[in-house]
């Protein structure tokens, strides 16, 4: 990049305010007065000088113009020494006014046809804007096209002849400095991201197959996990480990003979898959066959599918064939697919294509003009900007129309602001009103307002759109970060009244003031999940002086508070065969015998397997378990009078939902039997502390039940 020397230093901070910053060694930091000239004519325009303020090291001015400057065309600022300096960029990008004056509501991108192909990018700060164009594998071969600056900042340009295959680039000249950016709204790229690649979207359409009915999101139950994790195994049985075909591969077996992969998941019933982010992502060297793993929380292109997971990262079509391929896979077996997606942040704010072509803008900046750390990663995405709104619209369109995707897991969704999740939300219904969005809605340390922020504390601003419920999980398990913190599930009473609270989706039941949520729609329950250490490792601390079979008990508890509470119940793949990561908290970059979900222990759990897969049926089988609003469950779920600390509740009067009319679930934590009273009525067990099913496995004689140490019973009546 060109060092451009400057003597004294002109910012636009606002459509009629520069600012302008003379060093104290260059004549003393004064001028009298400035003037204002456009690079391609002769005729200036005077500043007035509306402030002076002395600062450590030079004299910051504050000037207003009278009218409007172009922004896009080159100006220049002379003092009454006679220097002049190019007026920059300054805050003026993150006002309002230019804002509105350059929001373009059409699309961008690369739009291919055999004999043409048409680029277009958003650039309304720069001064030129060039393609840069070569076939695939040929830089030595690139062409330079100048672009042409239309409406809103938009530049354009049609170049003919058939460019298929071909790669491309922006050269951007903003404040006199030319950077190269890859296209913001690149479909492919090629290997590392390193350029966009021209493609014909038309030779990978597929067709969505039917999908078992799917009438609200508490009838959801959803897995994740991460492609490599799912099928790297040496046991797995699958041959394409590692890989979109990988997770794509139909009846494989693990050494005893049982499904792994797809089939497994297809047999453990749940609902929808969600896979760790696999758009394009930094920390792995696509030009060589390597063992490095990522989570994919480094995002660079946010609309081209990753070419770790792709059998030839250099064919611009592979990813996007066999990541479709994928996709369709689980559609015809029924299962719906949930895509992870990283808007928060970039990886490297400096190296991303949004600095580069529009700089300061796609990101948010504190009071002194620093660029903001909310997400804990260098930048924070701002998302409340119309073009960067926009982008994120755009985007998970895309991936909803052209992937068929089912929906969307928000990743640190509490950076981003209330009004672009609702815009989500509306343009997602627009398509498909059971398409789900859920997100992490933690309350972030990022520069917008409290009541902006897309986060729990503003869940009745966003309707429809799903939480996971961290009251939930710390409520059952314990504290996430204090592995020696014990939650009600291990024991712990003083987590009593939250579980009975949480175990009710949430919603206040029972109490006087309002719930965490307004529905139990918006509640993911959940006790483990990527992050952190797996229930298991965490058992391994915090109840590490009982015995193996004893924590077994405490996991098996924990996990079945999830599938028997009101709301949306979530598991992490593997929880259900205790997945361990080796004490391993933060496994992001691990190595696969850290990571990958292991065939042998499935097959060795197998009992415990079978209890979730028979309890994901019951919870499947009824729908007082997944009641879709919370005057529903305040209708229909009550707590009975038992002993602490077992809960016991009652869905009451459900027939309407089921088999059975009335439902009774009890959870005991403690290590001692404990007699609770049934009311009245002939009872039968659908579930106790070995066995799960949806036909009853007895029928209780007496009107009380003693209930074994550490367990969860579902009992039902007519």
Known sequence: MKVINRKFFAYLDDMQIITILLPYDYFGGKSSYFFIRKMTEKEQLSLTIKNRIPLEDRVKYICQIEGRLVIGEQYWVFDENGEKTDLQIGAVIRTDAFDTEFFYDGTLGCFYHSDQTLFKLWAPTATKVKLKLFPAGSSKAEIVYPMTRKEKGVWRITVNGDLEYYNYSFLVCVNLEWREAVDPYALSVSPNGEYAAVIDLNKTKVTKPPLPLFKQPTDAIIYETHIRDLTIHSNSGITNKGKYLGASELNTVAIDGTPTGLSYVKELGITHIEFLPFNDFDGIDERRDTNDYNWGYNPLHFNAPDGSFSSDPSNPYARVKELKAMIQAFHIQGIRVIMDVVYNHVYIRECSSFENIVPGYYFRHDAYGMPSNGTGVGNDFASERLMGRKFIIDSVMYWLKEYKIDGFRFDLMGILDVETMNEIRKAIDFIDPAILIIGEGWDMDTPIPADKKACIRNQERLPRIAHFNDRFRDTVKGSTFQLADKGYAFGNEHYYETAKQVLAGSVGLEKKDKGLFHSPVQSVNYVESHDNHTLWDKLAVCSASLSKETRQKQHRLATAMVLLS??????????????????????????????????????????????FRELIRIRKSHGAFRLSNQQLIRKHMFFLPVEKPVIGFLLNDVAEYGDWGKIIVFFNPACSKIMVKLPDGQWQVLADEHTANMKPIRTLEKNTLELPPICSYVLVCK
């Open 566 to 611: 009101q709301g949306i119940p979530f598991l992490h793949s593997g929880q259900e065969f205790f997945r361990t990561k080796k004490g391993d908290g933060n496994s992001y970059c691990s190595s696969d015998e850290i990571n990958q979900l292991d065939w042998d222990r499935k097959s060795f759990y197998k009992a415990n397997v079978a209890y």
